[in-house]
């Protein structure tokens, strides 16, 4: 085998095993961008609206950071804890980051073959049973289009909720999540 063969072989190994945890940024390079709207309408469609219970939530948003551009892209992966008020339920429709052409809400799903993939998920819904929560690997909010940030930076959003509206959000771009001592 040749050494450039050798490295190619290093390289796949490498991005396969990222996918199921940090780099949905670097993840996100291969995805079909018509196939992901496609599943989004198809999520959205299917949702009945929240009961009324006469009980507006509060929406308490924590930790809520954004991952650096990675070198020449300019899509890139923010994460967040999102708990209620007692007694109250909601549903996160969507956001937006300011400067941002366009943001989904992202999930991960284990493929036939048993690779980890993101796709596009619909509302998510949220009551007091437990936060929701937004994180490398897991849900996150797919943000294309953004001017670059580095560490150290804040970018500033909105989430939009179905009954408590719409609740600016704060992020500080950093290379891993607040609170975590070292790289995961
Ligand atoms: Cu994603």
């Known amino acids: 085998m040749s050494k450039t063969s050798v490295l190619l072989v290093a390289l796949a190994g490498l991005s396969v095993a990222a996918c199921g945890a940090a780099s949905e940024t670097e ?3 291969g995805m079909e961008h018509g196939n992901m709207h496609h599943a989004e309408a198809g999520d959205t469609a ?3 609206p929240l009961v009324d219970d006469g009980v507006m939530p509060v929406i308490d948003v924590r930790a809520a950071w954004m991952r650096p551009h990675p070198g020449g892209r ?3 992966a923010a994460y967040f804890t999102i708990r209620l008020s007692e007694g109250s339920v909601d549903r996160l429709l969507s956001a937006r980051i ?8 992202h999930g991960h799903t284990m493929s036939a073959d048993g690779l980890m993939q ?18 490398p690997g897991g ?3 797919m943000v294309f289009g953004l001017a670059t ?10 989430l939009v909720f179905e009954r408590a509206g719409e609740v600016p959000v ?14 995961y």
């Open 27 to 29: 993840e996100h390079a």
């Open 46 to 48: 299917a949702l009945q």
């Open 74 to 76: 300019d899509v890139t």
């Open 98 to 105: 300011d400067g941002a052409e366009r943001v989904e809400l």
């Open 118 to 135: 993101m796709r596009p998920i619909g509302p998510q819904d949220v009551n007091n049973e437990g936060p929701l929560v937004f994180t």
């Open 139 to 141: 849900r996150h909010l």
């Open 149 to 158: 940030v580095v560490e150290g930076e804040e970018a500033t959003g909105t």
């Open 170 to 183: 704060t992020f500080a771009v950093r290379n891993m999540p607040p609170g975590m001592p070292s790289e």
